[in-house]
């Protein structure tokens, strides 16, 4: 008796779950970033409708990207027709190159935006869409109008510590898109190891590409590796930043070509964790020779606006020396075409020209002498750091700059946390992934994910539009659909 009406309850609940008209309205789908506007339309759209594209202008990597998803996530088959049910509209009067509309009716699906960028990043927008309707084979209708808070929404890399392969970079990258991640920093050199071909100092990566942390095999890319990786970055519009680090985390390359050493002499490979002890010697000229050679060869190969030189944790060069130092380097990317970045102690520099300073203090550091106009880029170690534990039980990553739970990288803004920055100065958020407790793709998902779906949304969408609560729902969701991509993130009390 009791087993019947258990059963037949199941049953009615079934049903009512496969209600027709029981469709969950656009605005209540866990899109993440949650873009800055959503309306709600009668009717649905059937999935099984959706087999046709048209598109305007060249836009063909993405439409490969779709049909892709259209195979192996709907097992479905998208053909491209002259009036396709989804259509991909180049439109000029959309204002910024990653704004983009969504218009979805009961006929069918119109992405549009004023170039590929911003098609491409509706396009991620309706794959959520899609994953997260897909069960009831219903699309909601109605209108999503969307643009990034802003303009640098990064990721970094430490290839350095531990090597990972071009393979396990392009998995990153693919994830990062998921969220509208728009620039990848790689870390390609430190004290462990020099991660990039240099032709005119081959010893680089000939002598120092084989260490890193722990005493295991390193590795490096040819520039025909990187340029691949570039590549495959920028075909989901993220642009690649490249890192060498100087004057300190240098002994990878003062083990390499000891004249760059004061002493003239090779220290050994360094395959510990401490930093601050390696420099550069910043008085020899063929210090800056070195140095202009890696960033007109590294310039020659990087599209992207950026070269990042790194300038943090130089306790082994006296401050007099940093600066000076700093004040020559700086300008040499200029000349090669390319705006300087560096970690925030080079914001003392003198320099005029435009250098980006990326934030890493813990918020309750006060910043002085960040010059006027100077864009700055946030990244606060107690916040946006990935490698931070979660917390004492974490099985990877450094405490220093305390634990960081899902919850604590999510609830801060970059304009709010540090009062003295000036707000119209920063350009955007980059979350940290430093390696020294990981070296694979388990390490990687287990410290990034889910925390860096939280530092997409801090760099789209607007801080009014963000709470815990709610986004603690949606990215439930996103658990499960990361889960079915076989990314091992890590598992937080916070969303049991
Ligand atoms: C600080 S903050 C570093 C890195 C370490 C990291 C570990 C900064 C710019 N540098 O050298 O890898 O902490 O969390």
């Given amino acids: 008796m009791l087993r019947i009406s258990l059963f037949s309850t199941v049953i009615f609940l079934g049903l009512l779950s496969c209600n027709p008209d029981k469709i969950n309205p656009l605005d209540s789908l866990p899109l993440i970033p949650?873009?800055?506007?959503?309306e709600n339309a009668e009717g649905y759209l059937s999935l099984s409708e959706l087999t046709s594209i048209s598109f305007n202008g060249a836009a063909s990597s993405l439409v490969l990207e779709m049909k892709n998803f259209w195979d192996t996530?709907?097992?479905?088959?998208?053909?491209?027709k002259p009036e396709g049910r989804l259509e991909l509209q180049i439109d000029s009067s959309i204002e910024g190159q990653e704004a983009y509309q969504l218009h979805l009716t009961s006929k069918?699906?119109?992405?549009?935006?004023?170039?590929?960028?911003?098609l491409y990043r509706a396009w991620q927008s309706l794959q959520q869409i899609l994953v997260f309707s897909?069960?009831?084979?219903?699309?909601?209708?109605?209108?999503?109008?969307?643009?990034?808070?802003?303009?640098?929404?990064?990721?970094m890399l430490d290839v350095a510590r531990h090597f990972f392969t071009v393979a396990e970079v392009k998995r990153f990258i693919d994830l990062m898109a998921l969220y509208k991640f728009n620039f990848l920093h790689l870390h390609l050199s430190d004290d462990q190891g020099w991660r990039i071909e240099i032709k005119s100092w081959p010893d680089l990566t000939a002598l120092s590409s084989d260490s890193e942390v722990g005493g295991t095999q390193g590795g490096f890319y040819t520039q025909e590796d990187y340029q691949e990786l570039v590549a495959y970055a920028a075909d989901r519009f993220i642009t690649i930043i490249p890192e060498i680090d100087v004057p300190g985390h240098t002994n990878a390359a003062l083990h390499a070509y000891p004249i760059l050493n004061c002493d003239g002499v090779a220290p050994p490979v360094h395959t510990g964790i401490e930093v601050g002890f390696s420099s550069l010697c910043v008085d020899k000229p063929?210090?800056?020779?070195?140095?202009?050679?890696?960033?007109?060869?590294?310039?020659?190969?990087?599209?992207?606006?950026?070269?990042h030189l790194g300038g943090d944790e130089t306790q082994a060069t006296p401050e007099d020396q940093f600066i000076r130092f700093i004040n020559k380097v700086l300008p040499m990317a200029d000349r090669y075409g390319k705006i300087p970045?560096?970690?925030?102690?080079?914001?003392?520099?003198n320099y005029k020209g435009q250098v980006v300073s990326q934030y890493w203090a813990k918020e309750v550091d006060v910043p002085e002498g960040v010059r006027k106009g100077n864009p700055i880029l946030m990244s606060p170690s107690s916040f946006a750091y990935l490698d931070m534990k979660y917390d004492t039980l974490s099985k990877h990553g450094l405490f220093w700059a305390g634990y960081t739970s899902v919850q604590k990288a999510y609830e801060w803004s970059p304009k709010t946390l540090v009062p003295s920055l000036p707000v119209e100065n920063i350009i955007g958020i980059e979350a940290a992934l430093w390696s020294e407790t990981i070296s694979d793709n388990s390490g990687i998902d287990y410290l990034a994910f889910p925390r860096i779906l939280g530092h997409a949304e801090i760099g789209w969408t607007e801080d009014e539009l963000r709470n815990w609560e709610d986004y603690k729902q949606r990215l439930q969701k996103h658990l499960v659909w990361l889960r079915s991509k076989g990314v091992a993130y890590y598992q937080s009390p916070l969303l049991d």
């Fill in 73 to 80: 996530s709907l097992a479905m088959s998208l053909e491209t």
């Fill in 134 to 155: 897909k069960e009831t084979g219903k699309i909601p209708t109605g209108t999503v109008t969307d643009k990034s808070v802003y303009p640098y929404r990064g990721a």
């Fill in 341 to 349: 970045m560096g970690w925030f102690e080079t914001r003392q520099t």
């Fill in 286 to 307: 063929i210090t800056y020779q070195f140095v202009e050679d890696v960033i007109r060869e590294l310039a020659a190969i990087t599209p992207g606006p950026y070269l």
């Fill in 108 to 118: 069918g699906v119109v992405l549009r935006a004023a170039g590929e960028e911003g």
């Fill in 34 to 38: 949650y873009p800055q506007n959503i």
